[in-house]
C-alpha cells in the first residue's frame, strides 16, 4: 500500500467518525465487526510509543502502526519504510496474560463486545469526539518477539462523563 492509500484510507475514518447520521450507524457497523489486531513493528530504546491510527481500506478497518520517533516530519519522506498495516480479525475467545489480571482484561474485552454500540454515539458526540490514534507503550510489547503482538479491543471505566474509554489489552502472539 502506498502512502496515498493510506492517507485516503485516515481520511475516511476522519469522515466516518464525523458521520452522526442514523446515530453514527456506519461507525458501529465497522467497530462492531473487529475484535483485535496483529502487529510487529521495530523500534528504537528512544521510542515512548507505538502509534495505532484506525482507517478504512476496502471498506474494512485498518490499523496502521509506526513507532513514535518515525511519526514526526523529519521522517515523512521515508514513512512507508516505518508505517505497516495491522491485521484486524474477528475471533471470539481471547487468549491473555497477566498484566492486569485475567478477569479485569476479559471485562473490558466483554464490554467492549457488550457496550460497543451504546458507547460509540456517546464518545463520538462529546466535545473530545472519537479516537483518532491509540498510543501503545513501547513498555508493554516485546522487541524482540519474533511473533508480534495482539491488540484486544476493550472498553474501561471512564471519569470522561461517557462511562468507558477505548482501551488495549495487550498479549504476545
Excluded at 478504512?56 to 521515508?78: M, P
Aim: aromatic share 12%; charged share 30%; glycine share 4%.
Amino acid at each position: 500500500m502506498n502512502l496515498k492509500d493510506i492517507f485516503k484510507s485516515l481520511k475516511k475514518w476522519d469522515n466516518l467518525i464525523h458521520d452522526n447520521t442514523k446515530d453514527f450507524k456506519k461507525l458501529k457497523d465497522l467497530l462492531l465487526d473487529v475484535d483485535y489486531f496483529k502487529f510487529r513493528i521495530p523500534y528504537t530504546k528512544a521510542s515512548k510509543f507505538i502509534h495505532a491510527y484506525p482507517g478504512i481500506y476496502k471498506g474494512k478497518l485498518t490499523i496502521f502502526i509506526i513507532a513514535d520517533i518515525y511519526d514526526t516530519r523529519k521522517y515523512k519522506g521515508e514513512l512507508s519504510k516505518y508505517l505497516q498495516m495491522a491485521e484486524v480479525v474477528k475471533y471470539s475467545k481471547p487468549q491473555l496474560s497477566d498484566e492486569i489480571s485475567r478477569d479485569e482484561a476479559l471485562t473490558r474485552i466483554s464490554t467492549w463486545k457488550k457496550d460497543c454500540q451504546c458507547w460509540i454515539p456517546k464518545q463520538a458526540g462529546c466535545k473530545t469526539g472519537f479516537l483518532k490514534c491509540y498510543l501503545i507503550p513501547t513498555k508493554d510489547i516485546m522487541p524482540d518477539d519474533e511473533m508480534g503482538t495482539i491488540a484486544y479491543f476493550a472498553l474501561k471505566n471512564s471519569e470522561n462523563g461517557t462511562a468507558f474509554e477505548a482501551d488495549l489489552i495487550l498479549k504476545k502472539r
